[in-house]
Each structure stands twice: as C-alpha cells, then as structure tokens.
C-alpha cells in the first residue's frame, strides 16, 4: 500500500502559516532545495488541498522555463509536470484537469483507493485544511517537517482535531541546515 507523507514547514510552535495564512516566516535556500529535490524526486504523486494546489498550478508548470530559471526552479518544474496531481477540492468537483485527479467526496475511500494503486509514497505538500481533513481519519503515514527556527504565537497550527494521541517514530536523524532550519521524518506507529 502506498503511504501519504506529509511534507511540511512548521515553527517552532507548531504553526504551519500565521493568522492571515502568511507563509513569509519559512527559510529556504539552496541547501534545502537540493535535499528536497532528491527526496521529492523518489515520488510520482502530490497531493494538494486546492489553494495550494492553484498557488502551485499558478507557478511550477513554466517556473523552469525561463533564462534566468534557478537550478531548483528547473528541477522542480520539471518534476511537477511528470507528477501525478492529486487534489482535495469541493470547488473543483466535476472538472477535468490533465495528469490530475479530484476528489470531492468519500475521502476516506477515494485516499483508500489511491493509495492502492501502482506508484511510489504520496507526498502532501502544504495544505493545511488537506492535512487537518487527512489527520482526523487517521490517513497521514508520516510526517517530514521542516522547523523553522521562529516563534509565531499565533496562526494555523499543524495539528489540530486529533482525537487519540498518535505515535510516532523517526526515520531518518534530524538534519540541521546553515540557515536554522531543522528537518524531522516521522512515521506513524
């Protein structure tokens, strides 16, 4: 069975975006790029909620494709294009988008179904309202957060609506990045 992982950028407080879904706290350089891009390339799926999924559509399909295109932009856009996209939206119910698929309902046996199908890990990028909806039945594998050496005090926080305690178990040592931040792989027991 294929497992979800939730890729993340967390504080040190657990929030995952400020009050206002500001996202300007999260360090990112090319030293994370280049441990992201390996990783991330061992995967064939993403999963989005919908408005990260439109920040994303908004961005990688061309990010590339410019001269002054980083090395990250060229990867990345390179590796959406292939990736297979899977999106958790009410709003775009009935649409038909190319290399995508949209579930609308029956989450639980739409994720179920997907994660019988042939391919690598699912990666579950950002989406905070995705992950609290995945969280809450007990659909997320693991977990591969990026703390951010920041104290928000306020905003989205990452776990929210769980209702048992959840173990978890590391899979790989911290990594510790010049920039401050710190990378954790967790699986759920």
């Known amino acids: 069975m294929r497992k979800i992982i939730s890729f993340m950028h967390v504080s040190l407080d ?6 206002n ?10 030293e ?25 559509e908004g961005y990688w399909p061309t990010a590339g494709d410019g001269p ?3 090395k990250h932009d060229i990867e990345h856009s390179a590796w959406y294009k292939k990736a297979h996209k899977v ?7 009935g649409q038909s988008l190319p290399n995508t698929t949209i579930i609308s309902d029956d989450l639980v046996d739409s994720i179920n179904k997907l994660r019988q199908q042939q391919g690598s890990e699912i990666l579950l990028f950002g989406s905070p309202t995705a992950t609290h909806a995945l969280i809450q ?4 594998d693991g977990y591969w957060l990026f703390v951010n050496p920041v104290i928000l005090g306020q905003g989205i926080p990452l776990f929210t609506g769980i209702k048992d305690k ?18 954790l792989s967790y699986v759920v027991e």
């Open 14 to 19: 657990g929030f995952v975006a400020g009050p």
């Open 87 to 93: 999106v958790l939206s009410k709003t775009l119910k």
């Open 21 to 30: 879904g500001e996202m300007n706290w999260i360090k990112v350089d090319e």
């Open 166 to 183: 959840v173990k978890l178990q590391p899979v790989i040592a911290p990594k510790q990045f010049s920039c401050g931040v710190t990378a």
């Open 68 to 70: 002054d295109a980083s």
């Open 32 to 56: 994370i790029f280049d441990y992201v891009g390996k990783r991330i390339g061992e995967s064939d799926t993403a999963l989005y909620g919908r408005v990260t999924y439109d920040m994303m």
């Open 137 to 140: 039945q007990n659909l997320i």
